[in-house]
């Protein structure tokens, strides 16, 4: 049995995807980051970085040593395919194409979707011009998956960890997205994405 602590952000809902799609038992705690709960003398010695998601996986060392405990969505992610086998392409390319988008979903999709949040949210003195700049700048980034997903129905031209991570950014910026209005295949996509049962359960395991 796998633990996972997160919460209903990008990065706790693609952990949580990854362990439904995977096939992997697992039981939520919900971190509250609202009410500072990922500070808590308890969570911090899961992380001491203080973010979600964390995974402890009691399995790992097949019962003969400590748990492990693994932070950081993508890298959960990777351990997940690797554990199972799953979701991370055996051709060679096909795996260098799944690590590139996985890539660019956790870091400039990311950067630029969470930008809009801290401009708009956290920032002390906040500006409109500067949310407008990274809500561009994130649509700009769902471009060039659009592009790719012309000629292929999924990122690395088969269903990938990649297209796990880049999905709970699309769902937290749809509205973006269909402002936009030229970004048809990414719809198309994401919308035979929140079809998959393992996909939707995922999502809401964390709510």
């Not at 799944?98 to 906040?126: E, I, N, Y």
């Not at 960890?161 to 295949?185: N, S």
């Amino acid at each position: 049995m796998i633990d996972l602590y997160a919460y209903a952000t990008s990065n706790g809902q693609r952990a949580a995807i990854m362990l439904e799609e995977c096939g992997l038992a697992y039981r939520v705690h919900r971190v509250d980051l609202a009410k500072g709960e990922q500070r808590s003398p308890e969570f911090l010695r899961l992380n001491p970085a203080g973010a979600i998601p964390v995974i402890v996986d009691d399995d790992a060392s097949g019962g003969r040593g400590q748990p492990l405990v693994l932070a950081q969505s993508g890298a959960i992610m990777l351990y997940c395919a690797e554990k199972t086998g799953k979701f991370l392409p055996r051709d060679p390319a096909r795996r260098a194409l799944a690590l590139q988008w996985l890539m660019q979903a956790l870091s400039d999709v990311a950067r630029a979707s969470s930008g809009v949040f801290m401009s708009s949210m956290l920032v002390p003195d906040k500006s409109p011009a500067n949310v407008e700049f990274f809500s561009q700048l994130t649509v700009r980034y769902f471009r060039d998956a659009d592009v790719r997903l012309r000629d292929s129905e999924y990122l690395a031209g088969e269903l990938s960890l990649a297209d796990f991570a880049l999905y709970p950014i699309y769902a937290a910026r749809k509205d973006l997205i269909t402002q936009a209005g030229d970004l048809p295949d990414l719809t198309r996509w994401a919308d035979g994405l929140a079809a998959r049962s393992g996909v939707s359960k995922g999502m809401d395991s964390v709510k």
